[in-house]
């Protein structure tokens, strides 16, 4: 009997001491959890200050450059990739690129109505581009404040309101050039194959000829050919436009009035994109930054900021 007893007590100490191992286990993988989660809340925590760090480094960059000289070109500092650079734990990369090197759709509205003007140099990137024109007109309806049809492209709430997930077009202008996920006739193949030539920046702006590429260059110049846009830009690498009379002067079949209304040597508004790797952590963020007018103010503004995947 006591032979029993002794081997049910040998038993139940056995059977204590594995549950004990197995909560101190337990406990254990729960506290390395915690840990790892904290290590990791404040890596992406020291990665997102290195990112605010790159933005203000590019904003610096862009408003020291505005301050310095009178034109943009590709051949400026702030034109040059940010190579990855080791700052302690992190790896720290960036661009800027001038947005002004594309059209801006919000430009299709001017003084509240319609831009003929403007339409016209969309549908012609459109077209260069192997788009329907017709987008063009979509666009539009989506940033003017009517209510009428622009054209057979064109599409305001009746058109919104009947799909199967129903909205309203937007009647005001665009934020990003994301957005036209929502315009009609736009799938992600259309935007994806426009969206390197257009932006959509909150005030109206020409486009800058010494950063622009010659598709856009052409929607705005159609009175020259290809091979002259083509000319044009390989010309501005060694000598870049000065003004828009310098332009004119090489651009002699281009109308003066495009050149005037459309086009400037000098850009204002500027994508910034910043990478960090901080440990196990990898972020991107993007941003358009805004700069003074002639580079003159006192500092630069984000417009938006936001998250890349």
Do not use: C
Not at 138 to 144: F, G, K, P, R, Y
Not at 252 to 264: R, V
């Amino acid at each position: 009997m006591r032979r029993a007893e002794r081997g049910v007590a040998a038993v139940t100490a056995i059977l204590v001491v594995a549950v004990a191992a197995a909560a101190a286990t337990w406990m254990l993988a729960q506290q390395s959890a915690t840990l790892n989660q904290a290590a990791l809340v404040a890596s992406r925590a020291q990665a997102d200050l290195y990112a605010d760090a790159g933005l203000d480094w590019a904003r610096g960059v862009l408003l020291a450059d505005g301050r310095e000289s009178a034109i943009d070109t590709l051949a400026e500092t702030w034109a040059q990739p940010l190579p990855a650079l080791p700052v302690e734990r992190a790896v720290v990369g960036g661009a800027i690129v001038d947005a002004q090197s594309r059209f801006n759709l919000n430009n299709l509205v001017k003084d509240g109505a319609r831009s003929d003007a403007d339409v016209q140099i969309l549908r012609r990137l459109l077209e260069s581009l192997a788009l329907d024109t017709n987008l063009a007109e979509a666009v539009l309806d989506w940033i003017d404040t009517d209510s009428d049809a622009a054209g057979p492209g064109g599409a305001e709430d009746a058109h919104y309101l009947a799909l199967a997930r129903p909205h309203r077009a937007a009647n005001r202008p665009l934020v990003m050039v994301e957005e036209l996920h929502r315009v009609r006739g736009f799938d992600a193949a259309a935007i994806e194959r426009l969206r390197p030539f257009v932006t959509a920046l909150p005030v109206r702006t020409p486009v800058n000829a010494n950063t622009a590429g010659p598709e856009v260059l052409h929607a705005i110049l159609p009175e020259i050919s290809r091979g002259e846009v083509q000319a044009l830009v390989a010309g501005r690498a060694a000598k870049p436009f000065r003004d828009r009379a310098d332009l004119a002067e090489r651009a002699k079949k281009a109308a003066p009035t495009a050149i005037q209304a459309d086009l400037d040597v000098r850009s204002s508004h500027f994508l910034v994109a910043v990478a960090v790797s901080q440990d196990d952590v990898r972020l991107a963020v993007e941003a358009l930054v805004a700069r003074p007018t002639g580079g003159g103010g006192p500092s630069t503004a984000i417009i938006w900021r936001r998250p890349l995947a």
